[in-house]
């Protein structure tokens, strides 16, 4: 997302149907992990930063299954926490009450680790509102909070963080709890397991899209993104993180066909399923779609491909590259150029996966493969959703968007 703001979705081989042991690690008592090792995937000249993330798991009796994702508690930059206290006009040892924790704690520890900074919501401006002192803000918001300007209020909230909103209405002044009292809870992220146990069972790797971008005219980072990529120190810096259960699984049955469509960080998993597929080999062929910008900058993972390829783990790869020419080419419009194998594929049994964005990708993909199914095995688009649902039902079409 992974992310991944956020998703989660059988193989399971049945040396893994169960978890080999039971840890008292979880999401409320998660472990305090290690980055043993960062690499950025993505060459030269790249517009996109993804990032190789190698997760120690040593000592905490965690155990996964290829298909699982991690779960990481990330902390908000310190740059950002200042900005916020400064608003306030506080030190930051000021004690404050955050929702289901026993003890008070320090506004600084709450806005470090326990609150999400973005997200604003119309209620925090009727709190503004209700501080200010100055006219003319007090005017801007309560135009703000007219019913009929509701569409553009809620665009102009999307477009902000706490900190722009106490910038801007500088009069309002609020103490550390009130800001607090309409605050969101930080949440963990999620991330697809880009590794199989049967290859590292005491490490877990994550394919992250670090996020940076700018709204407002103000730079942003993405908190769980920057948070792996520039503030921890490897082999230092405690991450807590847990293990998710999923229901994406390659199945058990290895003389089954598996298709797989991973655009860019989607990848993930599918890194995971042909580990999997390496291990514990079988007469089932493999087929993966993989799309991003550029080949020379953002093949992701393209020597583990070209090796598993070589070997015969994987029967076939077609890649996706939408900016290598003038018109972008998608892993949806690859599919369609073998429609004629996939529906041979599908119709003799095969599973198929798809991961990644699900704002467009996935219903892109969704969409191709109805078209694909229609045409090729003769079907109305009435009985080829039927098709479809009948693929789901059987545990057939799996996916893990987000």
């Known amino acids: 997302m992974a992310l991944a703001p956020t998703r989660l979705n059988l193989l399971n081989f049945n040396y893994m149907s169960e978890r080999l042991s039971t840890s008292v690690f979880t999401k409320d008592n998660p472990f305090p992990a290690h980055i043993s090792e960062a690499k950025l995937l993505n060459k030269s000249g790249s517009a996109k930063e993804t990032r190789h993330f ?107 963080e706490f900190v722009d909103l106490l910038l801007s209405f500088p009069s309002a002044k609020l103490t550390p709890q009130d800001l607090v009292d309409n605050m969101r809870k930080l949440m963990p992220r999620l991330y697809s397991i880009a590794s199989s146990p049967l290859k590292t069972p005491t490490q877990i790797h994550l394919t992250v899209a670090v996020v940076r971008y700018t709204t407002n005219q103000r730079k942003r980072y993405g908190v769980c993104s920057t948070f792996l990529a520039d503030r921890v120190i490897l082999n230092d810096t405690a991450i807590p993180v847990f293990v998710t259960d999923s229901h994406f699984k390659l199945p058990e049955d290895r003389s089954k066909d598996v298709i797989m469509v991973g655009p860019g960080t989607g990848i993930a998993p599918f890194r995971a399923f042909t580990q999997e597929l390496a291990a514990k080999p079988g007469p089932g062929r493999a087929w993966l779609f993989f799309g991003d910008q550029h080949s020379k900058t953002d093949f992701l993972y393209e020597e583990e491909w070209a090796h598993f390829l070589s070997s015969g783990i994987l029967t076939r790869l077609d890649t996706a590259f939408s900016r290598d020419q003038e018109k972008k080419v998608y892993v949806q419009d690859k599919m369609r150029e073998s429609s004629k194998e996939l529906w041979n594929w599908l119709n003799k049994g095969a599973y198929f996966y798809v991961c990644g964005d699900a704002k467009k990708m996935a219903k892109d993909v969704d969409q191709a493969l109805h078209e694909i199914i229609a045409k090729e095995g003769s079907l109305s688009p009435e009985e080829a959703i039927l098709f479809v649902k009948q693929l789901k039902k059987d545990r057939r079409y799996q996916r893990d968007v987000y």
């Open 54 to 160: 190698v997760v120690d798991l040593n000592g905490s009796d965690l155990t996964y299954r290829s298909g699982d994702s991690l779960g990481v508690y990330p902390s908000n930059r310190d740059e950002e926490v200042a900005e916020l206290l400064a608003c306030l006009g506080v030190r930051g040892d000021e004690l404050v009450t955050v929702p289901k924790l026993i003890s008070s704690i320090t506004i600084r520890d709450a806005l470090t680790s326990k609150l999400a900074l973005a997200g604003p919501t119309l209620k925090f401006l009727n709190v503004l509102a209700s501080k200010v002192t100055d006219s003319k803000e007090k005017a801007e918001l309560e135009a703000l909070l007219l019913e009929s300007a509701k569409p553009h209020t809620l665009a102009y909230l999307e477009e902000r």
